[in-house]
């Protein structure tokens, strides 16, 4: 029944044919959302989604804590929620992510397992996760942030495994030979000493044969201006290595007042970010999609991060499209 409605406001707003999804579809461009699962049976949360969104993303549920809770136990169902509603909906689905040092299962490092313990771990890990959604999902964050701000290798519980990072890519694409593999990291959007360091290592990968098919540029900002000409010759070098690159996390967050309310300047300022970003992606045909980390500002892992901050997103806690949805829009609708 609900399936139903939703389809009829989908093609109510391809009527006018001005949805997001739609103008940007005609641009080449996906436009994802990271979804929660259980918002999914609010009405205003699917609805907006399925209309304005053509790629779906578990913000949490295909990590590793809460996909593998024991080393015997996989929790599918929260992900196969998304997987079913991007189906039903004609959506992509966009895959996150297998190794990361956050939101791991604890019994991973409980026993403290040898190197080549934790190398078996991971690999079938990989194997189950990628091989369940083999088919469904189109693109994997197989690395999310292995790399420090100042460009040193990351810390993490995969770092005693040798050249974790080259194996996870192998792994993946043994386990689904058709699904695009991609590293993903956040604040290395322009140039400096952080993309530097992930030039590096994609580059490394490419060299050396590891199938690596991408790089997601998280840009969780603010709404200060972007300095747009570094970030394209960022976009422009990973490309030109015969890269893809995504926008994968997407927000940008602005202060909020004692109410928990952004004010208008600062709704404008931010629109003219979201403008910046999506016409920095469509200067490069292999920027092929721009996903916001969340549908609705009501529910953006933001506020409870950077205090005093949110309205982060294209839809308000009302789920009302905001001025950044529109500067979106107009961007992907100029010609
Ligand atoms: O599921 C548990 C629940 O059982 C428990 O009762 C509750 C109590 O706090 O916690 C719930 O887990 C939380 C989870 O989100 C689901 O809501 C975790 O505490 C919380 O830490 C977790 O935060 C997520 C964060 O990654 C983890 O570092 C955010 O929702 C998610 O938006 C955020 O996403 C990351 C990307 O994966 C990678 N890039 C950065 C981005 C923002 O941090």
Not at 29 to 35: L, P
Request: include cysteine; aromatic fraction near 10%; hydrophobic fraction near 40%.
């Amino acid at each position: 029944m609900r399936k139903t409605w939703i389809l009829a406001l989908v093609c109510a707003a391809g009527l006018s044919g001005q949805s997001l999804r739609q103008l940007a579809e005609a641009r080449s461009v996906k436009i994802g959302a990271a979804v929660n699962p259980m918002r999914l049976n609010e009405p205003a949360y699917a609805e907006t989604l399925a209309r304005e969104f053509s790629q779906a993303e578990p913000e949490n549920a295909m990590k590793f804590g809460p996909i593998h809770p024991a080393r015997d136990r996989y929790n599918w169902a929260p992900a196969e929620a998304v997987a079913n509603f991007a189906r039903e909906h004609n959506m992509a689905l966009r895959g996150h992510t297998l190794v990361w040092h956050q939101q791991l299962a604890p019994w991973v490092t409980a026993g403290a397992p040898s190197p080549a313990d934790l190398e078996k771990i991971l690999g079938e890990h990989i194997a189950a996760v990628v091989g369940h959604f083999a088919g469904q999902v189109y693109a994997w964050d197989v690395v999310n942030e292995a790399i420090e701000k100042d460009g040193s290798p990351r810390k993490s519980p995969w770092s005693p495994v040798p050249d974790y990072i080259a194996k996870a890519f192998r792994m993946a694409r043994a386990a689904d030979p058709k699904a695009k593999l991609f590293y993903n990291d956040y604040d290395a959007e322009g140039i400096d000493a952080k993309s530097d360091a992930i030039y590096a290592l994609v580059k490394d990968l490419k060299q050396r044969g590891v199938p690596i098919d991408g790089v997601g540029m998280q840009f969780h900002i603010t709404a200060k201006p972007l300095d747009t000409e570094s970030i394209a010759a960022n976009m422009k070098r990973l490309t030109d290595l015969g890269l893809e690159v995504q926008i994968t996390e997407l927000d940008v967050r602005v202060p909020l007042d004692s109410s928990g309310r952004p004010g208008a300047a600062d709704l404008e300022a931010q629109a003219r970010v979201y403008g910046q970003v999506a016409r920095t992606c469509l200067k490069f045909p292999r920027c092929t999609a721009i996903q916001t980390w969340g549908v609705t500002d009501k529910y953006s892992w933001v506020p409870g991060y950077f205090k005093g901050t949110g309205a982060a997103l294209l839809f308000d806690r009302e789920y009302s499209p905001k001025p950044a949805y529109e500067a979106m829009r107009a961007t992907f609708g100029a010609r």
